[in-house]
């Protein structure tokens, strides 16, 4: 039978042991509870702050007396004081949103730009003809452009708000949104909100009886409110165009170069700024002719209808569409027969417009060749902008190369199953025909891949070059140090093994004469 000495024992130690099961559970507890405080304080939702909070009041209030506690450092917001890599990532999410939502609200702005242009345009070309000032259809196709007008400076309060949402993120939510609004902001939102404004009214009058006028007056507009009222719907109508300063923006958030991961890492390490400026280079590097067509034909048309407009008050045969056409092409040509002119002032000035700073002789050849300069130096990329572009057109063909090489691949094995399945002709033909095809593609574009190496091998960049030689340089002043170093503690340690040996020589010699006293 057991003692009881040692039943106690082993009582005392069962207790021990319990004690220390009980500490390590609350050890463990207490780990457990810092860990969803600070999973909580990383979570965006802080409804289960407080079970967890709680929670862990209750295991502390339990075990107060231990001295190993885990505390979670709060500030006076009840939130971590140092950064949390959760921010990061909430703020990437947040401004990636942002940038979406702006790019979206510049594409609805632009469309509802555009359509308050074509309600103009329609309202315009129709209402003399088809129906009359102040009727109801007038009143209707007014109404729309007055609402198309008020839904475009909502979005454009919108984009903006977006903008400041953006700048706030970038500065990691430490700012106010006020500081963002700088003057230069406010002017520009002012500016556009004015510009936006713009929108012709003149059928809201009621039509009155008609005056015995010698102006046909053929605006929506009744001739019996006179001149000036006319005159600011031509006006009003003109100004419209300038809404298609959006234009710009539309293209640069909607560029590929933009949207580009690729693009823009690059663009950050050869620290180019990726604005309309650049995308329009890189359009005008890439497709000159296309780009060169769209803006002249645009441009004349639009030059062309503007004077058509100007021009309607009177009997004169440029109020006509055809006759417009010839007219701005004469004047933006710098030709000028002579056969047709303007009338009224807005015609001319249209035309002054379209032919600014061109004029005939000697003085329009030197006019024209500085704007051809000026142009050209605007135009052209710099070195970073080369190098970057240039860079980019590489990647894309090698990806093509490999795409033209994979149906080389693919052909060959389908002329190869058509030979061994022994089908029709035709189906052989027309592999082989896209296997040519093939081939032909695939050499293409590895003759376009060398001559754009080719061509970026020729960039010769003297400061570039002054550069690796400094970096050479560099280094090897770098080995020669290092050398030297090296040389030097070799010294030191040869030193060293001569006192050593000098010492052990010395020790030897006292040891021999203690032995031996007769050497002494």
Not at 240 to 259: E, G, N, P, Q, T
Not at 436 to 451: D, M, S, T, Y
Request: proline share 2%.
């Amino acid at each position: 039978m057991p003692s009881p000495a040692r039943e106690e024992s082993n009582g005392e130690r069962g207790q021990a042991k319990d004690g220390a099961a009980e500490r390590g559970d609350d050890a463990g507890g207490r780990l457990v509870c810092a860990l969803e405080m600070e999973m909580t304080n990383r979570s965006p939702h802080g409804d289960s702050k407080v079970d967890y909070v709680n929670n862990c009041d209750g295991l502390v209030g339990r075990n107060c007396g231990d001295s190993a506690q885990v505390s979670v450092p709060l500030s006076l917001h009840g939130k971590r004081t140092t950064h949390m890599e959760g921010d990061d990532l909430y703020r990437l999410r947040d401004r990636k949103l942002l940038l979406e939502d702006r790019k979206r609200l510049c594409a609805l702005a632009l469309g509802t730009a555009l359509l308050g242009i074509l309600l103009m345009i329609i309202h315009a070309e129709m209402c003399p003809f088809v129906y009359k000032p102040g009727s109801n259809a007038a009143l209707v196709i007014n109404s729309s452009i007055s609402l198309s007008t008020g839904c475009l400076l909502i979005l454009i309060i919108a984009f903006h708000y977006k903008d400041v949402r953006l700048f706030v993120i970038d500065n990691h939510n430490q700012v106010d949104w006020r500081i963002a609004m700088t003057s230069h902001r406010v002017l520009v939102i002012t500016l556009e909100l004015l510009v936006c404004t713009i929108h012709p009214v003149g059928s809201y009058w009621e039509e009155g009886p008609r005056s015995n006028s010698s102006s046909s007056a053929q605006l929506c507009v009744s001739s019996h409110h006179g001149e000036a009222l006319l005159g600011m719907e031509l006006l009003f109508s003109v100004l419209m165009f300038l809404r298609l300063y959006l234009v710009h923006r539309a293209i640069l958030l909607h560029s590929k170069m933009l949207l580009s991961a690729s693009y823009r890492s690059i663009g950050s390490l050869n620290n180019i700024n990726f604005t309309f400026r650049f995308v329009l280079k890189v359009l005008m590097n890439q497709h000159p002719a296309r780009t060169l067509l769209v803006f002249i034909l645009f441009f004349w048309l639009t030059a062309s209808w503007m004077l058509t407009l100007c021009e309607r008050q009177t009997q004169a045969s440029t109020g006509h569409m055809e006759t417009a056409l010839w007219l701005i092409a004469i004047t933006f040509l710098t030709v000028g027969y002579g056969d047709v002119a303007p009338k009224t002032s807005c015609g001319k000035a249209v035309c002054l417009f379209t032919g600014v700073m061109l004029k005939k002789g000697k003085q329009g050849v030197a006019c024209t060749a500085m704007l051809v300069a000026i142009v050209t130096e605007k135009l052209a990329l710099n070195k970073g902008e080369k190098h970057v572009h240039y860079f980019m057109l590489d990647i894309q063909i090698s990806k093509r190369i490999r795409h033209a090489a994979a149906n080389v691949l693919r052909e060959c094995w389908l002329l190869h199953r058509t030979n061994l399945t022994k089908g029709n002709r035709g189906e052989h033909r027309r592999h082989q025909r896209c296997l040519l095809e093939a081939i032909r593609v695939f050499r293409n574009l590895r003759l376009k891949q060398r001559k754009l190496r080719d061509y970026v091998s020729e960039m010769v960049d003297l400061p570039k070059m002054q550069m690796i030689m400094c970096d050479l340089s560099a280094n090897w002043n770098n080995s020669y140090r290092e050398l030297e170093q090296r040389i030097l503690s070799m010294e030191q340690k040869l030193d060293e093994l001569s006192r050593c040996f000098q010492q052990s020589s010395e020790l030897l010699s006292q040891v021999l004469r203690h032995r031996d006293p007769e050497i002494r």
